[in-house]
């Protein structure tokens, strides 16, 4: 007799989204004008507040998990969440180089406080583990802003030529170029690639023995992320040991992705996957750095130095004549006398901060903190 085959249960078709609706973090359907309804955690804490009682912290957390959620633009299909990471660059840079067009003392405090609050930013998030779009936004919104103030205050003095003006403008697009490069795939390993290397039951041991090993060590929920991975971002497999060595493979076992790690493979805590060859977590690209995209974050970092110092030495020429590029770096007399000369001054500020920031940032001694298993 042949076997009868049984009939899939069909699941239930999900309604589809309105351009105003969207699925919350707790799995519910909810409505963008609904966003201050149902506030429990803002309510407490706008009450201890007004009552001048201390707020705990796991509740701020709460009440930012809560406004990050429900912020969403309506769109095609159901409502894009908003990152809110983007805005304070949007909104602070601007402010910033108004204030130090203002007074000499003022510049210098926005050229001091600036790299402190990046870096202040960027060790809380890296503590945490957490993904930004701070420095991204930040980076991008500060090159289109820089090469506004410079067409607008800088080129009509007469002192940029046509070629410089095309040498600058072509270094801002290879950037952006070189960028967009770096930020695809930079050689995520395959969760599921590696069934094949080993057997079930070595797989339940060296997960054992993975979690043995990762007892203790925050992490973040990986869940999402390894799920947003295909088969297509690791064509070639992640195992390098032969089924049957489970010994060998400890070592390089992943409790989080299920796989054994290939030679220079790292999990990333904050991206949430192993990643081929990694070399570190860069927050300016809100990526890992690894097999893939090592060459266009290498150049893409290499272009906005050259492109950062060439414009700010074509500034300084225009504004501080009669002095050399390092002199007028510190001490230009008679520049605050126009405020339209002074903005596009203090554009140097920024840029000079920017270029630190990189240098710091994306050194390896200071980002890489593997732990016992080789997680990042």
């Not at 069909?10 to 309804?37: F, M, S, T, W």
């Amino acid at each position: 007799m042949k076997p009868v085959k049984k009939k899939k249960t069909e699941e239930p078709e999900l309604e589809p989204l309105c351009c105003c609706e969207y699925i919350d973090r707790n799995g519910e359907k909810n409505h963008v004008a609904a966003c201050l309804c149902d506030c429990q955690d803002l309510d407490e804490g706008c009450d201890r507040w007004i009552t001048c009682k201390s707020l705990q912290p796991e509740t701020c957390e709460r009440i930012m998990d809560t406004i990050s959620d429900r912020l969403r633009i309506p769109w095609l299909r159901g409502a894009k969440k908003v990152n809110i990471s983007i805005i304070p660059p949007l909104v602070l840079l601007p402010v910033f180089l108004h204030v130090a067009s203002w007074h000499f003392l003022l510049g210098v405090v926005v050229l001091t406080s600036l790299p402190v609050l990046a870096l202040w930013y960027y060790y809380l998030t890296h503590r945490r583990k957490e993904q930004t779009l701070f420095f991204l936004s930040l980076g991008l919104f500060s090159l289109g802003y820089m090469y506004y103030v410079f067409l607008q205050e800088v080129v009509p003095k007469g002192r940029v030529g046509p070629v410089q003006l095309a040498v600058l403008t072509c270094g801002l697009f290879l950037i952006l170029l070189a960028l967009y490069r770096a930020k695809k795939n930079p050689g995520y390993l395959n969760p599921a690639s590696s069934d094949r290397a080993l057997s079930s039951s070595q797989l339940e041991l060296l997960n054992r023995k993975g979690q043995e090993k990762t007892k203790g060590f925050p992490g973040t929920d990986t869940s999402g992320s390894l799920n947003n991975r295909t088969a297509k971002d690791d064509p070639r497999g992640s195992s390098r040991m032969p089924a049957g060595s489970p010994t060998k493979a400890k070592e390089d076992w992943c409790a989080k992705c299920q796989l054994v790690r290939p030679a220079r493979a790292w999990h990333c805590r904050i991206c949430g996957i192993c990643v081929r060859r990694m070399d570190h977590h860069c927050v300016w690209i809100n990526s890992c750095v690894g097999e893939s995209n090592h060459q266009a974050f290498i150049l893409a970092l290499l272009i906005f130095l050259l492109t950062s110092v060439y414009g700010i030495t074509l500034t300084l020429d225009t504004i501080c004549r009669d002095r050399s590029v390092f002199t007028a770096l510190f001490y230009c007399p008679g520049v605050y006398a126009n405020y339209r000369t002074i903005l596009a001054f203090s554009t140097k500020y920024p840029c000079a901060a920017f270029v630190f920031i990189n240098l710091w940032t994306d050194t390896p001694i200071v980002i890489l903190e593997p732990d016992t298993c080789g997680h990042y």
